[in-house]
Structures are given as structure tokens and as C-alpha cells.
């Protein structure tokens, strides 16, 4: 089994649509959580950190579900701007930093 | 406060050459990941490595691939003898501390012809 799986997609989703990311852990010793964004060709950059009680920033919305090892990501009223590869990470308490494959967004008009 | 350095973005080796990438981490950071990213896939971790340590290296391949972080000066990714397969993408990040963000260079692209 991957340290990090994640469903490669992609996601066609039309512009305002909501669309979400499950992706899921195997090391439940896992410490860390954040989501990435990639585009294309571009290194990735941090969208946003994952906390134990959910955390919102403006269109996006992660959860952690410690229990069953799943991090999720919701973004709502999608733009075209948001399309790109979203990867989950994971780090462990030994500092090791696992990026899942990530899953291709495209939001079309 | 530049951010995390990699050079050159643009590396054109032949097979059986070296290839040297050199990463600079950003100021006050001591903790450097390295990544490979082959084309149309995910990132796949290579190596951890705080200054003049290597903490992790269970992803990298067992020949020809090394790497350093000294204390003074950029952490090298350094492979030897390349081979076409090689060619990738190579994403050097670094972060401050445990469980803070990591940030990214640009990547420095290998190409073996």
C-alpha cells in the first residue's frame, strides 16, 4: 500500500461547481498535513495546512479524519483559476515529507 | 528574503555524463528534501538532509545518486554515469522546522540525450 494515495482524477468540473479530494494516510503516526497546489511545469506551492478540527479559507475547506487516516479537500464555486494538480502531503514524526501523485483539476466554462 | 534557489532550471547531459543540482535553501532554513518528478507523474521524495547530515535517503537509488548538504554553501544532488531515464524534473525544498511548510525551488529540468 502507498504512504500517500490520492485519486489521479481528473476532475472536468464546470466553473462554480464544488468539487472535493479524498485522499488517504497509511502511517497513522503521521504528524503533518497540508494540501499543495501544482501547475503545470511550476514547482508546487502550499494552498493550505490541514487541522485536527478543519480549517476554511475563503472558497476551500480541508478536514482530517484521524480515525480512519483521510484528508479531504472541498473547494467550492470552482474558477477557472483553480485549475491545476492538487497534491496531499504527510509528514511523518520522523520529518519525512510524503507527497501524494495528486489529482488533476480542469474547471471549464 | 531570496526563496529557495535551484540551479541551473536547465540541464542537458549525455549518457554516462554527471549531473551536479544545486539547491540553496531559503535563509534560516537547515532542513532540505529533495524530489523527483517524472513527466505526467507525482513527487517522489529522494532524500532528507539537514547540514552536513543525511536523515533520510530511503528514496534514493542505491547507485550512482548521492547527495550533500555541507555546512557552508547549497546542497548538491549529484548523479553520475546518467542514463536516459534520468530526465526529469528535480524539486529541492526546504523548511525551517518540523511540521512547517516546505518551500519549493523551481526545479532544475534534466535532460539526457
Known amino acids: 500500500r502507498k504512504e500517500v494515495e490520492q485519486d489521479p482524477g481528473p476532475f472536468n468540473v464546470p466553473e462554480g461547481a464544488t468539487v472535493a479530494f479524498n485522499c488517504t494516510y497509511s502511517n497513522s503516526a503521521s504528524q503533518s498535513f497540508f494540501w499543495y497546489r501544482q501547475d503545470c511545469r511550476k514547482e508546487p506551492k502550499l494552498l493550505m495546512s490541514?487541522?485536527?478540527s478543519g480549517n476554511e479559507d475563503g472558497r476551500f475547506t480541508a478536514q482530517l479524519n484521524r480515525a480512519s487516516q483521510y484528508i479531504s479537500l472541498l473547494i467550492r464555486d470552482s474558477k477557472l483559476s483553480d485549475s491545476a494538480t492538487y497534491l496531499c502531503v504527510v509528514m511523518t514524526g520522523g520529518f519525512k515529507t510524503i507527497f501524494g501523485a495528486g489529482t488533476r483539476l480542469f474547471v471549464k466554462a | 528574503n531570496a526563496g529557495v534557489m535551484q540551479n541551473p532550471r536547465h540541464l542537458v547531459r549525455r549518457r554516462g555524463q554527471e549531473a551536479r543540482l544545486r539547491c540553496s535553501p531559503m535563509k534560516g532554513h537547515s532542513h532540505v528534501y529533495w524530489y523527483r518528478q517524472l513527466p505526467e507523474e507525482g513527487l517522489k521524495f529522494m532524500v532528507y538532509?539537514?547540514?552536513?547530515?543525511?536523515?533520510?535517503e530511503s528514496g534514493m537509488p542505491k547507485e550512482r545518486f548521492s547527495a550533500e548538504f555541507p555546512k557552508e554553501g547549497p546542497s548538491i544532488l549529484r548523479i553520475q554515469q546518467v542514463v536516459r531515464g534520468d530526465s526529469a524534473a528535480y524539486f529541492c525544498a526546504s523548511l525551517q522546522a518540523r511540521e512547517a511548510e516546505a518551500f519549493f525551488g523551481q526545479g532544475t529540468r534534466l535532460t539526457v540525450v
Open positions: 490541514v487541522y485536527s
Open positions: 538532509l539537514q547540514k552536513e547530515n543525511i536523515i533520510d
